[in-house]
């Protein structure tokens, strides 16, 4: 039945010629010592389905806690961090043999969890008992756990690790940590409903997305490498379109994008001066967003419309939209960035696009390559691409 869904929906985008021009395609030769995957937590299959990327085949589940969530990698070694909303724990995978090697205890109902840059610690905000847990990611322990506000969704390191940011839905509140002392620093009320959060590069400003108010909220740091020594404050409400429920950051910091879920938009704010300054139409329920590392490309998951839209930022414009599975939300780039990887919620698979040609600037650029089954309600992907060493290599 899942062939014949794949073809049906393959056939229509593709041609038969274009069919089998990408199924000739050959993948690069990474060399027998890279690695590159995938990793999508199922939250009702309690696994994790790792998607090797040199032959976009599945190549593992991984059975981890109970309703996994949220997920990321470690970008100084080669582990991946799994939160078990169900079991309130943190499993750690070994991505050199996709195996779990730790479960980390942590409190109540989490949901994400952020690594800093330098790979030391991981940040868990824990709905069900208004705290983040603090682990130290050498030894495998929780080394703080630290009281917030009312049911914290997300907690968010800032690039130079001094502030974490934790947005607190059940009192429209924002928790700003001292990372060094692991003492809040500020709570700042803010709008109704926050959620995902973006931190410039420099660190000095956050923004939070508040589903509940159609705003963003714009934070000054304190502490940053480049603050005025002020206190964290709120600078600035920014009204955007109908619920506003993820935030994506250029990489040059310059401009965040917002998903507008119910205004079928996206809002493009300039940081430097807290102002909207584009919106553009993108489909039906955009849900995640992703830029390219050059800044001149955004992806958006459109959860209503079973499609993902190609905005051209320089340009100013949607320039493509492709079909993807059903219910698309998360997204993932490879690290070569010739492949988008959208994770189909309701369908349980993940969609592959290929970019042929980066520098086209028609739809054509962008196919179909392959569609691959996970779990139950996938609900997070991550990428993580590394060389193994000789020992691992040989096995």
Avoid at 72 to 85: G, M
Avoid at 183 to 193: G, I, S, Y
Wanted: glycine content about 8%; aromatic content about 6%; charged content about 20%.
């Amino acid at each position: 039945m899942r062939k014949i869904l794949f073809i049906a929906v393959l056939l229509p985008l593709l041609g038969a010629a274009g069919w089998w021009y990408f199924r000739e395609t050959p993948l690069p030769n990474y060399g027998p010592a890279y690695r590159e995957y995938a990793y999508v937590p199922n939250g009702k299959s309690n696994t994790v389905s790792v998607i090797d990327l040199r032959t976009f085949e599945l190549a593992k589940t991984i059975t981890v806690g109970a309703e996994p969530t949220g997920i990321a990698a470690n970008s100084q070694k080669n582990e991946i961090y799994v939160v078990n909303s169900g079991s309130s724990n943190v499993s750690v995978i070994d991505a050199e043999k996709n195996m779990v090697v730790a479960t980390i205890g942590v409190h109540g109902r989490p949901y994400y969890i952020d690594v800093a840059k330098d790979g030391r610690r991981a940040y868990v905000a824990n709905s069900g008992s208004d705290n983040v847990s603090v682990i130290d990611l050498e030894t495998r322990d929780v080394v703080g756990n630290v009281r917030v506000g009312s049911k914290p969704g997300l907690a968010r390191i800032s690039p130079d690790g001094s502030s974490v940011v934790v947005s607190n839905r059940g009192d429209n509140t924002v928790s700003v940590i001292d990372a060094s002392s692991l003492r809040v620093r500020a709570t700042l009320p803010v709008c109704e409903q926050p959620e995902d959060i973006a931190i410039l590069p420099d660190s000095s400003k956050a923004f939070v997305a508040c589903s509940g108010s159609s705003q963003v909220a714009s934070i000054a740091l304190a502490h940053s490498k480049t603050g005025d020594g002020a206190n964290d404050r709120l600078l600035a409400l920014i009204d955007v379109g109908r619920t506003p429920v993820s935030l994506a950051l250029k990489p040059d910091g310059g401009e965040l994008i917002v998903c507008d879920f119910d205004s079928d938009s996206i809002s493009l704010i300039e940081t430097g001066n807290d102002e909207v300054g584009n919106s553009a139409l993108v489909g039906e329920h955009p849900a995640r967003a992703l830029v390219t590392r050059d800044n001149s490309r955004l992806y958006t998951s459109n959860f209503g419309s079973n499609s993902v839209a190609v905005y051209d930022i320089e340009a100013g414009r949607r320039i493509a939209t492709m079909e993807a599975g059903s219910r698309p939300e998360g997204l993932a780039l490879s690290q070569d960035e010739r492949y988008l990887l959208v994770l189909d919620t309701q369908a349980g698979d993940v969609t592959v696009i290929q970019r042929r040609n980066p520098r086209k600037l028609e739809p054509s650029e962008y196919s179909l390559l392959t569609m691959i089954p996970v779990g139950l309600q996938p609900n997070g992907i991550v990428v993580k691409a590394f060389m193994v060493s000789e020992a691992v290599k040989k096995k």
